[in-house]
């Protein structure tokens, strides 16, 4: 077992590290209940989010990472410990859609996501050197409503959410 300091230290590491992703976000990064495309009583949608040179910062935890992070309350504990949550990325010139993560060239694209007392948190990760700007879309399933659905294709989900772009 753990002593009770040691649970002490780890919230507050947790805690930083939450205020480091939120911290170095504009109001208008940040992802709100009300902004959130909702399909369904289940389903959350985001709007597609433009994400930039200018948007993209070097994460404290990992300095050779650079992430943008969001707050999105529809992941909740719920959803990250028996649901689902797709990414999908969209290049400014052109209208393909990638699901993540990929890579492009030698730049790869990821994301996480979790949840602290129902505070959902989406990060988006670049690895070192030139990002890559465009879009970006996540979906927030939870278990109730992961059907039989290839949530990797985008135009497949697309459909199946009746999403209009």
């Known amino acids: 077992m753990m002593p009770a300091r040691a649970y002490s230290f780890l919230a507050g590491v947790v805690l930083i590290g939450l205020l480091g992703v939120t911290a170095c976000q504009t109001p208008t990064d940040v992802v709100r209940p009300s902004q959130a495309v909702g399909v369904n009583q289940t389903v959350s ?6 994400i930039n040179a200018n948007t993209w910062s070097v994460s404290p935890k990992a300095p050779q990472m650079h992430i943008a992070g969001f707050v999105d309350s529809a992941v909740t504990n719920a959803v990250v410990e028996n649901g689902l949550v797709v990414a999908f990325y969209r290049h400014s010139a052109s209208d393909h859609i990638f699901p993540l993560p990929v890579t492009l060239g030698n730049q790869s694209i990821s994301f996480t996501y979790y949840a602290m007392n129902d ?47």
Do not use: C, M
């Open 45 to 50: 949608v985001s709007d597609w989010i433009a």
């Open 119 to 165: 505070k959902g948190i989406i990060s988006f990760q670049q690895k070192p050197g030139q990002t890559i700007d465009g879009e970006y879309r996540w979906i927030v399933v939870p278990k109730e409503a992961a059907k039989h659905v290839d949530w990797t294709n985008y135009e497949v989900v697309r459909q199946e959410l009746a999403l209009e772009e």
